[in-house]
T-cell receptor, first 112, second 117 residues
Framework: SQELEQSPQSLIVQEGKNLTINCTSSKTLYGLYWYKQKYGEGLIFLMMLQKGGEEKSHEKITAKLDEKKQQSSLHITASQPSHAGIYLCGAFSNSGNTPLVFGKGTRLSVIA | NAGVTQTPKFQVLKTGQSMTLQCAQDMNHNSMYWYRQDPGMGLRLIYYSASEGTTDKGEVPNGYNVSRLNKREFSLRLESAAPSQTSVYFC????????????????FGPGTRLTVL
């Protein structure tokens, strides 16, 4: 079965600094999702990537899927306290006939 | 637009008690899912329903049952709660069609925090 490994597990950054979170799959990715979760709340959809080399941005968050479609990175520019939370990647391992599997998450703290 | 709603938000049970977690979506989605989230384990799929009238086991189905009541509602039942079922439970839905899962985005509810003593 497919496994997603996220790194780092947790991250503390100073406000204004850039950061990157990685998500690596044991199999080729056919759809990679990034979600954000604030403590005690549900998951908020950020972005979805499907094509090798694809890159999407939303405000100060950019996500990329590598050409081989086995790794994705989430980059936050000029971090703010509002970026704090848990970031999870989720993916399908084939064309879509199996449910989404998730990484264990990366906990991000942004300090002033 | 409410999206995905879950009730209750919090629940405390004693070992052996039963309860049903409710989930409803108003986005006319075909597929619905139940996950549990535990520290260090991430999100794990319990059951899912690719379309109305069908349900399938996920990664951790033992101790749970589900009912796809109609297109909007998907409930999760714990017949005899155990401390190992203490967790945060999330319901999600996605558009899909034809009874086959696709890469459509899943939208999540706010979660139910369950404690079993």
């Amino acid at each position: 079965s497919q496994e997603l490994e996220q790194s780092p597990q947790s991250l503390i950054v100073q406000e204004g600094k850039n950061l990157t979170i990685n998500c690596t799959s044991s199999k080729t990715l056919y759809g990679l999702y990034w979600y954000k979760q604030k403590y005690g709340e549900g998951l908020i959809f950020l972005m979805m990537l499907q094509k090798g080399g694809e890159e999407k941005s939303h405000e100060k968050i950019t996500a990329k899927l590598d050409e081989k479609k086995q790794q994705s990175s989430l980059h936050i520019t000029a971090s703010q306290p509002s970026h704090a939370g848990i970031y999870l990647c989720g993916a399908f391992s084939n064309s879509g006939n199996t449910p989404l599997v998730f990484g264990k998450g990366t906990r991000l703290s942004v300090i002033a | 637009n409410a999206g995905v709603t879950q009730t209750p938000k919090f629940q405390v049970l004693k070992t052996g008690q039963s309860m049903t977690l409710q989930c409803a979506q108003d986005m006319n989605h075909n597929s619905m899912y139940w996950y549990r989230q535990d520290p260090g384990m991430g999100l794990r799929l319990i059951y899912y329903s690719a379309s109305e009238g069908t349900t399938d086991k996920g990664e951790v189905p033992n101790g749970y049952n589900v009912s796809r009541l109609n297109k909007r509602e998907f409930s999760l039942r714990l017949e005899s709660a155990a401390p190992s079922q203490t967790s945060v439970y999330f319901c999600a839905s996605s558009r899909t069609s034809g009874g086959v899962l696709s890469t459509d985005t899943q939208y999540f509810g706010p979660g139910t925090r369950l404690t079993v003593l």
